[in-house]
């Protein structure tokens, strides 16, 4: 929705290479929306090769060609719409946020009914995409910014990750998920200790953010106490001259890419 893109991820730059890469080299009847469907597909066979990995270690080749065609679609969609000027700013957005929180869900709820990770870990990971989501389209609805990455792990490190541990629990053995400190597993352990992590820094977050606010409405309260010419006895009171009555009733800042002062 036209909101200005921050890029922290760790592979941003070859990201960027790669799409460039495709790019160039898509079919003249490919469009945007095909691409998204892709993404949701490789998505879908993703996570249901990840189950099937109960069957047969040889369903992790299609956990990695699932897990490509996700990036392939989810990367390709926006950038092919903006090369062929038919962007759809609202629908579009719509259609992206909705196809990555849907894919992202599958992949990881196949994690954790796959033989390398339990319920309770995927679910805890799950949590964790939820929850930086939820602050992701926060921001962007109040400041206009859509951070994408959080301490370098974006979408794409997120698929490689997922991508990595199938392949190195398939060759190591799917035991690697089940070790244990007594009666619990590391896994659990881990995964719940990064929960916990991502609530505490989503509380941080949020507060943080709310001081801004409230700073910035104070300083256009006193702006506007200053523009306001004092009432005189049965007179009603008007803004001082050069000003418009009209001037910033909307209770918001405009935001703007220049608007620098807006912590991202």
């Known amino acids: 929705m036209g909101a200005l893109r921050v890029n922290r991820s760790l592979l941003r730059q070859q ?18 929306d095909q691409l998204t469907g892709l993404s949701v597909a490789g998505a879908a066979t993703s996570g249901v090769c990840l189950i099937c990995c109960r069957l047969s270690g040889w369903f992790v080749i299609g956990v990695a060609a699932g897990l490509f065609c996700n990036w392939f679609g989810d990367s390709l969609d926006g950038a092919l719409a903006r090369l062929q000027k038919i962007e759809r700013p609202r ?3 719509l259609l992206d946020r909705g196809a990555d929180i849907v ?14 990770m ?5 679910t805890m990971l799950l949590l964790v995409y939820y929850a930086h989501t939820i602050y992701i389209l926060m921001r962007n609805v109040i400041d206009g910014i859509h951070v994408i990455g959080l301490v370098g792990i974006g979408a794409t490190e997120g698929r490689i990750l997922v991508g990595a541990w199938a392949i190195f629990a398939q060759l190591v053995g799917p035991d690697v998920a089940l070790v244990r400190s007594g009666n619990v597993l590391l896994l659990d352990v881990f995964y719940g200790g990064l ?20 700073g910035a409405e104070a300083r256009r309260a006193s702006r506007a106490a200053e523009n306001v010419v004092p009432l005189v006895r049965g007179e009603a009171a008007r803004p001082r001259a050069g000003k418009s009555p009209l001037a910033d009733r909307s ?5 703007s890419p220049a608007n620098t002062s807006v912590p991202i």
Request: with cysteine; charged share 10%; glycine share 8%.
């Open 15 to 32: 990201e960027a290479a790669a799409v460039r890469f495709f790019l160039a080299r898509l079919p003249i009847w490919c469009t945007p």
């Open 195 to 214: 929960f916990a992590l991502a609530i505490g820094t989503f509380v941080v977050r949020l507060l943080s953010d709310l001081r801004r606010l409230e």
């Open 103 to 116: 894919s992202m869900t599958a992949i990881i709820l196949g994690l954790g009914l796959s033989p390398y």
């Open 251 to 255: 209770g918001f800042a405009p935001v």
């Open 91 to 93: 629908i579009g957005y």
């Open 118 to 122: 339990s319920v309770f870990a995927a």
